[in-house]
């Protein structure tokens, strides 16, 4: 499938059916996402946590020292976190030895760092929301540069759309920024919205240093390596090998803070199924064990790992591309996914784990979240009748061989199958037999996990299975990062200018109340281009090395990295 992590908002990258929401390495699995227990393969007993599951501990609880070694499923040639290629395997690595201005618990209730953040304080001016940073005096980056309201306007320089030579993640809040600008000091950032903007929180947890300030530089300046002497934390890159795919990190004597109680953090790229074996055979200390297999492992690896469990805030979607000419027929679209039968593949997604949940219709919310709605039920249903008649009205014909054709061309779609997980693997063989029954001629064709990102990047699939990740609770903040018919993240490639506009209009209204009513109402219009098709949410599920603390299942948790550790 197809990976994806912790990102400002939501973002697309390859999603291992078993290593869903990799930011320290999780996974699909667990109960019923509400918090109760249910017997999986293995005889275990998985509890979900709405709040996250990861071993919280103070310091003075963690030992002094000690190394922690975690799968990767690729180190990205594009290493910008801010990127329009980046997936969350960069933002792993980004997050390691770049500021985490902003720490949320597994609820997603935001904290500014106080490494960084003395206060954060939102006031207005008439109706313009208006966000103060005092920024740490000891906070700089590891080149010497002060981190002061220059990175602040940096990074809203960046991410705000206006540049269309700098290819950006996500403009999502950024775009309705008026200024930037020094406040009583350099120490000060002051950011001041063109109108109210409830979800500010979810900006600029992660800056951009001033020194990369050319769209020549956003896009060049990390490929194929990284900037230690940009970043700024707890830990500093000690070699990022490329080749090898492998980097790792160790204590930053620039860094201000508390010591981080780790002596050394290593990555190595490596498939789903490598993962699961050297976590077997202790060669690293966490894996995603959502799969039937990998949980039976787990199982028996008795008391010597943990294995948590929280609900996660990420969607597991199929993606059609309408930039490929047999796709470009809407009623082509929606034949393809009308034939697509979800309550079989969570049959497959959850086979083994004693778990069950509601079919998702939003990409917007979840559906533990207050004010969800399924917008997608209002315009798609499983219909293979209804499949074939859409082909016929797209002037397609069924043939002597069960395909449809048009004009001498059988309807033959591509299926981008990433990585080498048996999960993936058995959803593709049960989507190919699904098309098959409504007609449409499905191809599979295998990838690595190491290829996912230039697949993605270029567009390389008719269908794809992929996932959305939330950075924070601020859904409806990225609807239009989701949705927009420009948005890098929309692979789809489906939307429409008038759609666009009725975002931007959604974007300006001055309650989080109206803007989710709203969504409410649009997102079912956005379905009804049938570009997307979510089908999972699933909760995160992890199994640990007994005594990791700080890490694991996370919810919306970000944790400080020098608070991650080896229990006492």
Not at 190 to 201: D, K
Not at 233 to 240: D, S
Request: proline fraction near 4%.
């Amino acid at each position: 499938m197809n990976k994806f992590g912790r990102f400002r908002t939501a973002a697309v990258a390859s999603v291992s059916a078993t290593a869903l929401a990799l930011t320290a390495c999780s996974s699909s699995d667990g109960s019923d996402g509400q918090g109760s227990s249910n017997k999986a393969v293995g005889g275990l007993e998985i509890d979900v946590k709405p709040a996250g599951d990861y071993n919280e501990k103070e310091r003075d609880e963690i030992k002094d020292g000690g190394e922690l070694t975690l799968a990767l499923g690729e180190l990205t040639e594009q290493q910008n976190r801010f990127h329009a290629n980046m997936t969350v395997d960069t933002s792993t690595v980004w997050s390691w030895y770049n500021p985490q201005m902003a720490l949320y618990d597994g609820e997603g209730n935001y904290t500014p760092n106080p490494a960084y953040l003395d206060s954060v304080d939102e006031s207005t001016e008439g109706d313009k929301t208006v966000v103060t940073y005092d920024i740490n005096d000891d906070a700089i980056f590891n080149d010497g540069t002060p981190i002061d309201w220059t990175a602040f306007e940096n990074t809203w320089r960046f991410n705000n759309g206006k540049d269309m030579e700098v290819q950006v993640n996500s403009t999502d809040g950024y775009e309705l920024i008026e200024s930037v600008k020094k406040g009583k000091n350099d120490k000060e950032a002051i950011v001041t919205f063109e109108g109210p903007y409830p979800w500010w929180q979810g900006l600029f947890n992660d800056i951009l240093h001033p020194a990369i300030d050319t769209a020549e530089k956003f896009d060049q300046e990390y490929l194929g390596k990284l900037n230690p002497q940009y970043g700024a934390g707890p830990f500093k890159v000690e070699n990022a090998d490329f080749r090898g795919d492998t980097v790792s990190f160790v204590p930053n004597e620039k860094w201000w803070g508390d010591e981080p109680k780790l002596d050394k953090v290593n990555f190595r790229a490596m498939e789903a199924q490598a993962t699961i074996n050297a976590f077997q055979a202790g060669e690293i200390d966490a894996a995603g064990v959502g799969s039937k297999n990998n949980l039976s492992i787990a199982a028996d690896m008795g008391d010597s790992i943990d294995i948590r469990a929280a609900t996660r805030p990420a969607s597991v979607l199929f993606t059609l591309n309408s930039k490929t000419p047999q796709l470009a027929d809407k009623d082509v679209r929606h034949a393809v996914l009308a034939a697509i039968d979800r309550d079989q593949l969570a049959k497959i997604r959850y086979n083994g784990l004693g778990y069950e949940e509601e079919m998702p219709g939003s990409l917007a919310l979840y559906p533990t979240q207050e004010d969800y709605k399924d917008n997608l039920s209002k315009v798609l249903e499983y219909d293979v009748e209804k499949a074939k008649s859409l082909l016929e009205d797209a002037g397609y014909s069924e043939g002597s061989d069960g395909y449809y054709a048009k004009d001498g061309d059988k309807l033959s779609l591509r299926y981008i199958l990433i990585g080498d997980d048996e999960v993936s693997k058995s959803t593709a063989t049960a989507v190919q037999k699904m098309l098959k029954d409504a007609g449409i001629d499905l191809k599979v064709e295998e990838r690595p996990s190491s290829d996912s990102s230039k697949i993605i990047s270029e567009r390389d699939f008719d269908l794809l299975l992929s996932g959305f990740a939330a950075s924070d609770p601020f859904g409806p903040a990225f609807f239009g990062q989701t949705y927009a018919s420009d948005s890098t993240l929309n692979k789809s490639g489906t939307g429409t200018e008038e759609f666009d506009k009725k975002i931007k209009e959604m974007q300006k209204l001055p309650t989080r109340e109206e803007q989710i009513k709203r969504i409410n109402e649009l997102e079912s219009e956005a379905f009804a281009e049938y570009g997307m098709l979510p089908y999972a949410n699933g909760p995160q599920m992890v199994g640990l090395k007994k005594g990791i603390a700080n890490m694991g299942a996370l919810g919306f948790a970000v944790i400080p990295k020098e608070n991650i550790g080896w229990e006492k």
